[in-house]
């Protein structure tokens, strides 16, 4: 599965921003479906995921109540939508598939997008 993140851009602390992650392939509703993200000096972190169905999500805690997973298997997409956002989040975002059930680590995702850049303004 290829995939294609976009959405990112330069915003306020406070405000709102919606990242997507469009996949190609027929096999797309298969896959549980994370987003990562890498600040400047960092090492990628996980931030949420959503299993194929969209029954069962995971958050990083630094992003909990702040953030919401979604998908639409019939426009094989998945979202991330971003609430409240903090200078904090300011990183490269990734999207990132696996056929791992509830995956949150780095290594368990086995394609990956080629990020889209969120920076938040204080």
């Known amino acids: 599965v290829q995939l294609q993140a976009s959405g990112g851009g330069l915003v306020q602390a406070g405000d709102s921003l919606r990242l997507s992650c469009a996949a190609s392939?027929?096999?797309?509703?298969?896959?549980?479906m994370g987003w990562f993200r890498q600040a400047p000096g960092k090492e990628r972190e996980f931030v949420a995921s959503i299993s194929w169905n969209g029954g069962s999500t995971r958050y990083a805690d630094s992003v909990k109540g702040r953030f919401t997973i979604s998908r639409d298997n019939a426009k094989n997409t998945v979202y991330l939508q971003m609430n409240s956002l903090k200078p904090e989040d300011t990183a490269v975002y990734y999207c990132a598939a696996t056929n791992t059930w509830r995956a949150t680590m780095e290594r368990e995702y086995h394609y990956w997008g080629q990020g889209t850049e969120v920076t938040v303004s204080s």
């Open positions: 392939g027929r096999t797309f509703s298969s896959y549980t």
